[in-house]
């Protein structure tokens, strides 16, 4: 069904909009918010653009981007807050992946990932 990466949400600094993919219009509401939350805090802290963007294999991935010119856009800051938030939203980020793989790419919720011990 889906061969590319598929963006699940994104917020930018420059618009001061939020945007959620349609076809994740299905999430739990309190979810959704969630989202709308860390993207919009993340460019109220930093500048620039996030957006999460699943994977082929279903990971969800955090895309930070600036414009050229953004002399405002904090890169450090940016790595560090995607790190604070991939280990408070650990849980949020975990469902989201699996959700993704079990409804969009039609995997069995009960498969074990595979390990390097699997191998």
Same mark, same amino acid.
């Given at each position: 069904m889906y061969q590319d990466r598929i963006v699940l949400c994104g917020s930018s600094a420059y618009t001061k909009k939020y945007y959620l $993919? !349609?076809?994740f219009e $299905? /999430? +739990?509401q309190k979810v959704k918010d969630e989202l709308q939350i860390m993207c919009v805090l993340?460019? *109220?802290d930093v500048g620039g653009i996030l957006t999460l963007v699943f994977e082929e294999d279903g990971t969800l991935e955090f895309e930070a981007s600036a414009d050229e010119g953004? /002399? /405002?856009f904090? !890169?450090?800051g940016s790595v560090l807050k995607i790190k604070q938030m991939r280990n *408070?939203?650990?849980d949020l980020l975990e469902a989201l992946e699996m959700y993704f793989k079990v %409804? %969009? /790419?039609g995997e069995d919720a009960a498969e !074990? +990932? *595979?390990t390097a011990a699997d191998t």
């Open positions: $993919n !349609e076809d $299905n /999430l +739990p993340y460019t *109220e953004d /002399l /405002l904090d !890169e450090i *408070e939203k650990q %409804f %969009f /790419l !074990e +990932p *595979e």
